[in-house]
């Protein structure tokens, strides 16, 4: 009887490429960087916050911070249903990797409702931390690992 192999090097996009390749991170963290600020900019002027220099200054090391952390525990979803039952599934399946978006999403939303902007008035954290939920949710999770063996 042949034990079935756990092919690993498939289970997640994002976490095995950064694995991997080691100098994707230098790709990774400023361009998430990058997306943060530029939401945190779109959001505040949508908002009409005053003083966005300092609001940002205030704010954005926590979003990008929480936002990462977001993104990796939602990658440990699939990864993890993956390793537990080992079966013919190459990880980024719709049914493993839709569930670690929203886990993602939703993580992204509790971070920073309840720590970055604790502080805010309800009614613009709630509508900031939505924004960022929405429009940070680690959406290359989707895109199947299949395609980087077409190149």
Do not use: C, Q
Request: hydrophobic share 60%; aromatic share 16%.
């Amino acid at each position: 009887m042949k034990k079935k192999e756990t092919r690993l090097y498939n289970v997640l996009f994002p976490v095995w490429m950064l694995i991997l390749f080691p100098g994707v991170w230098l790709i990774v963290l400023p361009g998430n960087f990058i997306i943060d600020s530029l939401v945190l900019i779109a959001s505040m002027f949508a908002l009409r916050v005053a003083d966005k220099k300092k609001w940002y200054k205030k704010h954005i090391l926590k979003i990008f911070i929480f936002g990462f952390l977001s993104d990796m525990i939602g990658a440990l979803l699939p990864l993890t249903v993956t390793i537990s039952f080992p079966a013919d599934i190459l990880g980024d399946e719709l049914f493993l990797t839709l569930p670690a978006v929203v886990l993602a999403a939703a993580l992204i939303f509790v971070f920073n409702y309840f720590i970055t902007f604790r502080k805010e008035d309800k009614g613009l954290r709630l509508k900031v931390s939505l924004i960022f939920a929405v429009a940070t949710a680690p959406y290359t999770f989707l895109i199947p690992t299949r395609w980087l063996y077409m190149i």
